[in-house]
Nanobody, 126 residues
Framework: EVQIVESGGGSVQAGGSLRLSCAAPGFTFDEYAITWFRQAPGKEREGVSCIGSSGSSARFGDSVKGRFTISRDNAKNTAYLQLNSLKPEDTADYYC???????????????????WGKGTLVTVSS
């Protein structure tokens, strides 16, 4: 059974930083693109960022461009989302998901995802 586990969420003041991790042990991690989504209470799910299977390509949602970065370590079956310059509107549950694509690209597309984690909560106070 594939398991994806997010960690690193927490409470931080505006302007602060967090690093989220997405671990997928026992999984052919390097064959999958990894995408981070988030969902705030009462709002629709939003694609935050993705990284291709080799780590050579990435995408970011408009609301996080320039503030968040994404990376992966295939040797550790782990992906990371670095959240900088956090704003109260970044408060949400953050989910990691895995999708298999032909090629090395990735997309912020929830319907493409084969596997999902259970999420980690990020709370940003003003």
């Amino acid at each position: 059974e594939v398991q994806i586990v997010e960690s690193g969420g927490g409470s931080v003041q505006a302007g602060g930083s967090l690093r989220l991790s997405c671990a997928a042990p026992g999984f052919t991690f390097d064959e999958y693109a990894i995408t981070w989504f988030r969902q705030a209470p009462g709002k629709e799910r939003e694609g935050v960022s993705c990284i291709g299977s080799s780590g050579s390509s990435a995408r970011f949602g408009d609301s996080v461009k320039g503030r968040f970065t994404i990376s992966r370590d295939n040797a550790k079956n782990t992906a990371y989302l670095q959240l900088n310059s956090l704003k109260p509107e970044d408060t949400a549950d953050y989910y990691c998901a895995a999708a298999r694509y032909v090629g090395l690209g990735c997309y912020l597309a929830p319907n493409d995802q084969a596997y999902w984690g259970k999420g980690t909560l990020v709370t940003v106070s003003s």
